[in-house]
């Protein structure tokens, strides 16, 4: 059974970058067929698809948030991590790690962690 | 791209059927047959209820179902049960990019 779990900062100054990382477990991230996702959901709100990477390192991300997103791998480690620059008080949100199928669909996911940006 | 639509709320009572739709457009729902559903309850993670319009991933019970016309999918819930009170939201692969419903709040009266 594919486990992920997201560790980071829960708090972030306003204009500081959010780092968060996903540990996989329970299977490798570089199986092939896969992709890793970042999600994230506003307080009360619904959810957001910020971007998602291969084990090979391509990246795609929604067009809103490009210029301020990075998500990378480590395949050494198992893990994926999300960099977010130049946060506002408009990024907090509890935020998501999930395994996606090649057909999109997301069958893994993690907890979430609550982000706060906050001065 | 914009999001997916979903109506903000459903209800229906133990036992009755109820349908929620996701309307998108030609570039997402309409083109790819790679539309899910996700039930998440509060303070959880979403969890997958179909993939591919209608697939249903081991372990979720078969009074879930998906369809799609056009560029709208539904979800329906038959038989409903007093667990399913939950929040549903679509999601649509559009070529690179991953698209998500409002969601849409389920009561089971």
């Known amino acids: 059974q594919v486990q992920l779990q997201e560790s980071g900062p829960g708090l972030v100054k306003p204009s500081q970058t959010l780092s968060l990382t996903c540990t996989v477990s329970?299977?490798?991230?570089?199986?092939?067929?896969?992709?890793w996702s970042w999600i994230r959901q506003h307080p009360g709100k619904g959810l957001e698809w910020i971007g998602y990477i291969y084990f090979s390192g391509t990246a795609y991300y929604t067009p809103s948030l490009k210029s301020r997103v990075t998500i990378s791998v480590d395949t050494s480690k198992n893990q994926f991590s999300l960099r977010l620059s130049s946060v506002t008080a408009a990024d907090t949100a509890v935020y998501h790690c999930a395994r996606g199928g090649g057909v999109g669909a997301h069958d893994f996911w993690g907890q979430g962690t609550l982000v706060t940006v906050s001065s | 791209q914009s999001a997916l639509t979903q109506p903000p709320s459903a209800s229906g009572s133990p036992g009755q059927s109820v349908t929620i739709s996701c309307t998108g457009s030609?570039?997402?729902?309409?083109?790819?047959?790679?539309v899910s559903w996700y039930q998440q309850h509060p303070g959880k993670a979403p969890k997958l209820m179909i993939s591919e319009v209608s697939k249903r991933p081991s372990g979720v019970p078969d009074r879930f179902s998906g369809s799609k016309s056009g560029n709208t999918a539904s979800l329906t819930v038959s038989g409903l049960q007093a667990e399913d009170e939950a929040d549903y939201y679509c999601s649509s692969f559009a070529g690179t990019n991953i698209l998500f419903g409002g969601g849409t709040k389920l009561t089971v009266l």
């Open positions: 329970g299977g490798s991230i570089s199986s092939g067929g896969y992709f």
């Open positions: 030609s570039t997402d729902v309409g083109t790819y047959n790679y």
